[in-house]
């Protein structure tokens, strides 16, 4: 397909770091859309309780700032963003929405097991980055502040009750199995 | 053991005649003249480009070279080996270049590419519109390859670069100039408009290019007119989010296009390689014909709102001479390729009132002024 290894007219004296670097922001971007609209299905269904929709909204701030910081990214380096953007959507709303349904405990383990499984990558991708050596300050700085970000809201989905939910186990294995698959597929498609 | 000219005069005395070749041993006049041979490269280096590195990459030299001699020998080997001579490299070094006359291709194209990019920075951008703009690139892209179409070469090249061994080397290309082409037109998109509007734009690019191949209009006229219309056609689409059905109705547009293009230009080469695989390539790339012809029509009719099937039944009733299947289609778009004509140009009147479907329209006109 001609959109495999899009090569921009602009510098780029290394193949191999154009291709990691995009893999690096195609991915996150992705998951910063899937995980606003996590957030947006959760409101949707436990909107009602006021305290629950302060905290899922200041959530939900809080990961379209990282979009949008991942939108500049991606116009500036020439990034390819993930043609599955609609897919990640409608899953995210969905995953938001039905576990949410199940209730606020089984809302807030989604969220943990989300977050924990984005927190973990940001972590893989900030090591892989300093481990490469490259001059990548500005991304480094954006991914330490996302993963700091994503692990304060696994923190506060934790308190919130996430352990108590019915079913909280095969949940959230469920949850973390598919996020990690939608990973690695976001890094390609 | 210490070689004298003597020893070897003797061992030489001893062998067969035939053995005896005339050649020297040593020859001043075969080694070249290495303090020219350096100046000439710092020369040719220096009346390039003055602001590429100073690291002067000798494969990029030959190709540029190479392409002054394309009239001569075409898109091939010779034509690299030529360059490779006038810069002091031996012949042979065409060998550098694994695709061989496709690097040829390629690299007009990346030139190409290069000088739309260069030309559109040059202009006053803020104050054109978007779609002022893409016909700015596109128009700036093709001039640049325009000699080459004048004297028809340029119908061999995308003859080659259509060619299955290297479709995906076109594809890419292709790719990167429709996203350098929309990043400098404004595009700063990271949703699924992203893709939707490049594939609209391929399809833009591809029916012009294609326009351009059989247009002898006073310096191109009549394919910028076209290429008007087609992004006139395609603004109204790509202003708007992509949904997955509008990028997989772009794609399909600009895919059938590509595709009815590829087998049009292609089906000469084919024949002339025609050897052990001609049948089996012959009903392959007849089908793909008929397909790209069918998807075509019915992503224009599910555009414009129709039902499928639509134009194909209405232009059959029409044009009885011009089937709807790939035979028809490949064997008047041949005639295209191999003559162009020098008829009036009305393709685009040809099933008025379809959308995206127009910028099939070029294929679709060529075949029916030659039915």
């Given at each position: 397909?001609?959109?495999?290894?899009?090569?921009?007219?602009?510098?780029?004296?290394?193949?191999?770091?154009?291709?990691?670097?995009?893999?690096?922001?195609?991915?996150?971007?992705?998951?910063?859309?899937?995980?606003?609209?996590?957030?947006?299905?959760?409101m949707f269904v436990l909107g009602r309780n006021k305290e629950t929709a302060e905290t899922l909204e200041h959530m939900r701030m809080q990961e379209v700032e990282h979009l949008s910081d991942l939108d500049v990214l991606v116009a500036d380096r020439r990034v390819r963003p993930s043609a599955l953007l609609p897919v990640w959507e409608v899953a995210g709303f969905a995953l938001g929405a039905v576990t949410a349904a199940m209730g606020k405990e089984a809302a807030m383990a989604c969220t943990v097991a989300v977050e924990d499984v984005i927190g973990g990558h940001y972590n893989d991708q900030i090591r892989d980055l300093l481990a490469r050596g490259w001059d990548e300050e500005e991304l480094l700085a954006l991914l330490k502040k996302n993963r700091d970000e994503?692990?304060?809201?696994?923190?506060?989905?934790?308190?919130?009750?996430?352990?108590?939910?019915?079913?909280?186990?095969?949940l959230t294995q469920i949850i973390k199995t598919g996020c990690k698959a939608a990973i690695e597929v976001a890094k390609v498609i | 053991m210490?070689?004298?000219?003597?020893?070897?005069?003797?061992?030489?005395?001893?062998?067969?005649?035939?053995a005896r070749a005339g050649r020297p041993l040593r020859s001043a006049a075969a080694a070249p003249n290495w303090a020219e041979f350096g100046r000439s490269?710092?020369?040719?280096?220096?009346?390039?480009?003055?602001?590429e590195d100073l690291f002067h990459d000798p494969e990029l030299a030959i190709l540029d070279e190479a392409l002054d001699y394309v009239e001569e020998h075409g898109w091939t080997r010779a034509a690299i080996s030529a360059g490779a001579q006038k810069l002091g490299y031996p012949p042979l070094s065409h060998g550098m270049f694994e695709k061989g006359d496709f690097a040829l291709v390629r690299h007009a194209m990346r030139r190409a590419t290069e000088a739309m990019a260069s030309q559109l920075e040059a202009m006053p951008l803020e104050?054109?519109?978007?779609?002022?703009?893409?016909?700015a690139g596109v128009r700036a892209r093709l001039e640049h390859l325009a000699p080459f179409v004048s004297s028809g070469s340029w119908a061999k090249a995308m003859a080659l670069g259509a060619l299955p061994q290297h479709a995906l080397d076109t594809s890419t290309e292709l790719g990167v100039t429709v996203d350098e082409l929309w990043y400098l037109a404004g595009d700063r998109s990271a949703d699924a408009s992203w893709y939707s509007r490049r594939g609209l734009l391929l399809g833009v690019f591809a029916s012009t290019e294609l326009y351009m191949l059989s247009d002898t209009s006073e310096g191109f006229s009549d394919t910028w007119e076209f290429l008007r219309r087609r992004v006139a056609d395609v603004s109204l689409l790509g202003s708007r989010a992509g949904s997955a059905g509008d990028v997989a109705a772009a794609f399909g547009s600009g895919l059938s296009s590509l595709a009815g293009g590829a087998f049009s230009l292609a089906r000469p080469f084919v024949e002339a390689q025609k050897g052990h695989h001609s049948e089996a390539v012959h009903s392959a790339l007849g089908s793909l014909g008929s397909v790209a012809e069918l998807f075509r029509e019915a992503v224009a009719d599910a555009a414009a709102g129709r039902a499928p099937g639509t134009s194909a039944s209405r232009r059959t009733a029409d044009e009885p001479a011009e089937a709807a299947s790939g035979a028809g289609a490949a064997g008047g778009a041949q005639g295209e390729a191999a003559a162009p004509s020098d008829d009036a140009r009305k393709r685009d009147s040809a099933p008025a009132g379809e959308g995206t479907g127009d910028e099939a329209g070029a294929s679709d006109g060529a075949a029916a002024d030659r039915a």
């Open positions: 397909m001609c959109f495999r290894t899009p090569k921009a007219l602009a510098d780029s004296p290394d193949p191999s770091r154009k291709a990691k670097i995009d893999e690096i922001i195609r991915v996150d971007h992705a998951g910063e859309t899937a995980a606003v609209r996590i957030y947006e299905g959760q994503e692990l304060e809201h696994l923190e506060t989905a934790t308190e919130l009750g996430a352990e108590r939910a019915p079913l909280h186990a095969p | 210490i070689h004298s000219r003597g020893m070897i005069r003797a061992v030489r005395r001893c062998l067969p005649a035939w490269l710092t020369e040719q280096a220096a009346g390039h480009r003055d602001e104050a054109m519109t978007g779609d002022e703009r893409i016909i």
